[in-house]
Structures are given as C-alpha cells and as structure tokens.
C-alpha cells in the first residue's frame, strides 16, 4: 500500500492529473462559451484595463 501512495504522489502522476482536468475545464468552457472573445468576464478584464 505504501508503495502505490508513492507512486501516485509522484510528480509526473500529479502534472498528468492536472492538465488533463485543466484540459477538459477548457474544453466545458469553449462548449458554452464558443467564441472566446464575447465571453463577458474577458471582455470585462479588457474594459477595465482600456480604461485605467
């Protein structure tokens, strides 16, 4: 048993767990949002910062 904590916890396990929910949160988020630039949080961050 301690060697498969081990082993999970290495840090290729880890970096593979990571990107591929990183992967598919991104992959949601352009099924409901399709075009990236009317999505309104990001044109939000670009009003904000054109008006500073």
């Given at each position: 048993m301690r060697d498969i904590k081990t082993y999970l916890s290495?840090?290729?396990?880890l970096t593979t767990l990571w990107f591929g929910s990183l992967a598919g949160l991104l992959i949601e988020i352009n099924r409901l949002f399709p075009d990236a630039l009317s999505f309104p949080f990001f044109s939000f961050l670009l009003n904000s910062f054109i008006d500073m």
């Open positions: 290495t840090a290729p396990v």
